[in-house]
Nanobody, 123 residues
Framework: QLQLVESGGGLVQPGGSLRLSCAAS????????IGWFRQAPGEEREGVLC????????MDVDSVKGRFTISRDKAKNTAYLQMNSLAPEDTAVYYC????????????????WGQGTQVTVSS
């Protein structure tokens, strides 16, 4: 059974950093594209970053360029979202997702999802 579990969310002040984790079980994450998505209250879920299988491609949105990065730890079968220079508009529930294909920023293209972790940026 494919399972993804996010962790690492919390409350952070503007300008601060957080690292979210996405631990996979039941499959080898390195063979999958990993997408990070977020959903703010009253908003649609949106793609933020995606990295292709084995890190061979990358997609991101303008609002996080230069601030958010994805990494993987193959031994831990875990992906990470490093978020720097956080701003109040980054407040959302963050989800990781995986698909055994190339990167996509479309929610409908992903079948395996984590439960989400709340990130709140506020002073």
């Amino acid at each position: 059974q494919l399972q993804l579990v996010e962790s690492g969310g919390g409350l952070v002040q503007p300008g601060g950093s957080l690292r979210l984790s996405c631990a996979a079980s039941g499959f080898t994450l390195d063979y999958y594209a990993i997408g990070w998505f977020r959903q703010a209250p009253g908003e649609e879920r949106e793609g933020v970053l995606c990295v292709g299988p084995s890190g061979d491609s990358m997609m991101d949105v303008d609002s996080v360029k230069g601030r958010f990065t994805i990494s993987r730890d193959k031994a831990k079968n875990t992906a990470y979202l490093q978020m720097n220079s956080l701003a109040p508009e980054d407040t959302a529930v963050y989800y990781c997702a995986a698909r055994p294909a190339r990167c996509s920023m479309m929610v409908s293209n992903f079948d395996s999802w984590g439960q989400g972790t709340q990130v709140t940026v506020s002073s």
